[in-house]
């Protein structure tokens, strides 16, 4: 069964920076679209960030330019920079598949909260 641990969250102010890893345990990582997520307050999951397994990225309008999503296949770990952040960032983040229907077991998350 696959499992995520999201790691790097914090409290970081407007303008700041935050690395976020997640750790992925499936067997076919090195072949999967992998994604970031975020949930904030009151508002539905949305997709910010995906990267093929070839390297292809692709982002949300919100985080284009300021968000760069990564991964290491031998470690299964999938990292996502953010740069300048904004108020409007805080959420939880989680990764998960980021191509058709997101693995139902999601993973505990990690806040990022951007004071202003």
């Known amino acids: 069964q696959v499992q995520f641990v999201e790691s790097g969250g914090g409290l970081v102010q407007s303008g700041g920076s935050l690395r976020l890893s997640c750790a992925v345990s499936l067997k076919y990582f090195s072949a999967a679209t992998m994604g970031w997520f975020r949930q904030a307050a009151g508002n539905e999951r949305e997709l910010v960030a995906s990267?093929?397994?070839?390297?292809?990225?692709n982002y949300a309008d919100s985080v284009k330019s300021r968000f760069t999503i990564s991964r290491d296949n031998l470690k299964k770990t999938v990292f996502l920079q953010m740069n300048s952040l904004k108020p409007e960032d805080t959420a939880v983040y989680y990764c998960?598949?980021?191509?058709?229907?997101?693995?139902?077991?999601w993973g505990q998350g990690t806040q990022v909260t951007v004071s202003s």
């Open positions: 998960n598949q980021g191509v058709g229907s997101p693995f139902p077991n």
């Open positions: 990267m093929t397994s070839s390297g292809s990225t």
